[in-house]
């Protein structure tokens, strides 16, 4: 078998002298049922080109190997990054000419060699889970599906509908790009180290973005959730000048200025950015 057993990533761990950070929020995954799991609930096939971020010791990275047709895998640290063809060429040989591994910081990327990539499938360093999330899926707009595994309190964040107490910043700027839904749960003990949160699964489908110029949303999302108790009118005040003239692009939006930010859906949000302002 080619995934990596929790003997395996001890043995790998030990002969690298390696001390899992928590500052890159280094958890690896020891169980080979969790990875197929996730490559199935992913659903990338033999004509996927899939990116990883953060491949660790490559116990995702293997899983999906073995279905897909490339793997473009993304690590920031330079011993994991340095060591992930040897393991594949010693695990998973025939495939070993499919993987191409890029050293970098996932957050700095604007596209990947190769050809364009079809999936985005990770288990994300949790620190910075939704920027890495929000930033392919901004330079990489081949990217169609994904699968990420993220702390379960982001999951929720994520995929919450606008009323709910979880919807956010990061909600209504994943739902831009994709329609984003719960994939499942993942407990502590399939990760070395254990992390002390749990997990949760997030699968994306992209979506036709809303009419409307996505900067200029995601400046009066920030705005409207800086202040999330206040009315809209009041919210946004900065951001449109005065409280009048935001509440005068609420109505020319269709918008109650006296409703929270937490009610508008990114359909809304993107009307109201390119509202008319008098
Ligand atoms: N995919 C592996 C697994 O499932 O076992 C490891 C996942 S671990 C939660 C997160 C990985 O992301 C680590 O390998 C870490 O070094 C890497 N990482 C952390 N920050 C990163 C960044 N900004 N860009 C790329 N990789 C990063």
């Known amino acids: 078998m080619s995934l990596l057993t929790a003997a395996d990533v001890r043995s790998l761990a030990t002969r690298l002298d390696l001390r899992p950070t928590k500052t890159l929020g280094q958890n690896f995954v020891i169980d080979p049922n969790t990875v197929r ?13 899939v990116v990883e971020v953060g491949p660790g010791l490559g116990s995702l990275t293997l899983g999906l190997l073995e279905v897909a047709t ?37 957050l700095t990327l604007t596209g990947v060699p190769g050809p364009p990539p079809t ?13 890495v ?18 702390q ?12 709910s107490r979880t919807y956010g910043i990061p909600s209504v700027k994943a739902q831009w790009y994709a329609d984003v839904r719960r994939a ?26 809303p009419v409307g110029d996505r900067e200029a949303t995601f400046a009066v999302v920030d705005a409207a959730f800086a202040q999330r108790r206040k009315t809209l009118r009041a919210a946004l005040a900065g951001w449109a000048g005065s409280a009048a003239a935001a509440e005068e692009r609420l109505r020319a939006a269709g918008i109650d200025p006296g409703a929270r930010g ?13 509202a008319p302002v008098a």
């Open 37 to 49: 799991r996730l490559v199935r609930t992913a659903g990338v096939g033999v004509e996927d080109v």
């Open 70 to 106: 490339r793997v473009v895998a993304v690590e920031i640290d330079p011993t994991l990054a340095g060591e992930l063809p040897a393991t594949v060429a010693d695990r998973l040989p025939e495939r070993a000419d499919r993987l191409e591994v890029v050293l970098q910081d996932a």
């Open 133 to 150: 999330l929000l930033r392919l899926l901004e330079h990489l707009p081949s990217l169609r599906t994904g699968l990420v595994m993220v």
């Open 152 to 163: 379960a309190e982001v999951a929720d964040r994520l995929v919450a509908p606008p009323g």
């Open 184 to 209: 499942g749960a993942i407990g502590r003990n399939v990760f070395w180290p254990a992390p002390n949160v749990d997990s949760g699964l997030v699968a994306f489908t992209r979506r036709e973005p």
């Open 262 to 274: 937490e009610v508008l859906g990114v359909d809304d949000f993107a009307r109201l950015a390119s």
């Open 119 to 131: 999936a985005f499938v990770a288990n994300l360093p949790y620190n910075v889970a939704v920027p």
